[in-house]
Each structure stands twice: as C-alpha cells, then as structure tokens.
C-alpha cells in the first residue's frame, strides 16, 4: 500500500502580505526537505482538486461561503480578521487545500492509498462554521471529515490536532457530532483562548504549559488520549498537522522537537492499524519555524510512510 502527497501549486500562491509568518515559503520548504531526504520517491503525488460549495456546505453555512467568495479581491488584500487576509489567489489556495484534504479520504476509502499527507496551506483547523480566524479561512480536515461521514458512510471518525493552537474552530463545528471525536493537545494560555474548559465525550482538549517538551507531551497522549481513541474505535483518523509547537517556532512556547513527531505519527499509525485498517489522512496546519518545520515534516511523513 502507498503513502499519497497532494499539494497544488496555488498553495504557492496566497500571500497575505510580504513578512507574514504564514507564507509560500512553508510550502517550499517542506518540499525541499522530503526531496533531499530521498522520501519523495517513496510517495504517490497527486494535484488536489477544488473542493465545490456543496462539499464545503456540509461544514460551513452557505452565507459564509458566499461572502467569502465575494471578498476575494481581484487584486491586493481584504482583512477578514486582525491575522488574516485574502489576496486574489487566496480563494482557490483554500478551496484546492479543502480538496486535497477530500482526495486524501477519497484515496485511503478507496484502497488506492493507506494513508495521505496533504501539503497545502492556508492552514484551517481555526474557521469556524461561519468564521475565518487566525490564517484559516475553511476548515480542511472538517470538510474531509464531513465528507468520510456522508461519502463513505463511516459512523466514527477521530481528528487528531497537535498544532500549538487549540483547533477551536474544529470543536465548533464537531461539538455536537457523536461520529467525530477530536482530540486536541495545544498550549494553554494562548491563542485562541479556548478549548481548556470545553472537554466532553467526544472533545478531548488536553492544555499544555508554556515549556511542556516531549516526554510530558508524550504522557499526556497515552494518559488522555489513547483511552478516548481506544473507546471509539476510530475508522478512519484524520491529522491536523501543527509543527508549531516545536521548540524553534517564533510564535508559540511548546518544546517539542522532530523526534516527537515521529512518535505522534507512529502512535496515530497504531491505533489506525488497531481500528481504522490503517487509514490516516494528515492536513498541514501551523510550523513557522522553516528548518524547524521541514525537519519535523520529514519525521511526520518517514512516520507514514
């Protein structure tokens, strides 16, 4: 069975302004490193496609859809918040993200694939059913997660989040949904101030100190969250894919290194295996550190591979 890489060049493309820690450059950099590292050869790639409106629907209210598409400007930037901004190719950036998340879940459904990495950007686990937030404008892996649920007629999927950034607009699209069980490490306090006191069945939000470093991250996982993922007995796991939290990145305080991620992929690759028949579908989120980003990329990739 192979690993699947799907990216599309307009990830390239959205730019929300020329010393934005969210850039082009993230994208070039993860590429880079997974060829230098020889492991591209390893991977099926393929083009994402564009996600449609009625995909996106089943996560986000058709209003928020629509003006989002009548924001995205012909030419300079439109601010939807204080962090972020649409340039004129932002619109297909994400909807081609979105898409890319869709094929992933159509590839490892299908057998074509046991698992995917989509490397695209902007990043989406912040936007929420009817908001953009913190660099993210649709929610990727909720709109592959709605669509395993409707398309593939799966009864329980699991969204693993280990950005340094609590995936808040994920929980509020989920919230309410005993097919989807999210469980989110993030650091706490910080950005975006929520999720600490929002745990319930199915939202396993698991707040980190500043400084928390590998092994009491790694503690936390098997003592919070592999019972949860243990009783719900996932079909398929879908991977919100943050390397913010490593120790280099400028904009959070979390002290993990490249050696945790290859942990957190394998611990995702066992339970996949014990419930899901090995079936995993990474999305790129957060990582601003770029050698930081790049070398955890590696790991995280090596891990699905």
Known sequence: MTTAMISHPDSLLHVMDGKHPESPARITAIHEALAASGLIKQLSLYEAP????????????????????QLSPPAGLV?????????PMTLSACLHASGAAILGVDLVMSGKAQRAFCCTRPPGHHAGRSNAAGFCIFNHVAVATAHALSQHKLDRVAILDF?????????D???DNAHVILCSTFQHPFYPHRGADTRSANMINVPLPAGTSGPAFREVVEREIAPALARFKPQ?????????????????????????????????????????????????????ALPALAESAVAHVRGLL
């Not at 601010?79 to 340039?87: F, I, S």
């Not at 950005?163 to 929980?171: F, I, K, N, S």
């Open 173 to 175: 699209i989920f919230r």
């Open 50 to 69: 564009a996600a449609t409106d009625t995909q996106l629907a089943r996560v986000h209210s058709a209003d928020y859809i629509a003006r989002i598409r």
């Open 79 to 87: 601010r939807l918040d204080a962090d972020t901004a649409m340039g």
């Open 236 to 288: 398929l796991i879908m991977i919100s894919a943050g390397f913010d939290a490593h120790r280099d990145d400028p904009l959070a305080g979390l002290k993990l290194e490249a050696a945790d991620y290859s942990w957190i992929t394998a611990f995702a690759r066992k339970i996949a295996d014990q419930h899901a028949q090995g079936r995993i579908v990474s999305v790129l989120e957060g990582g601003y």
């Open 163 to 171: 950005d340094v950034h609590h995936g808040d607009g994920t929980e």
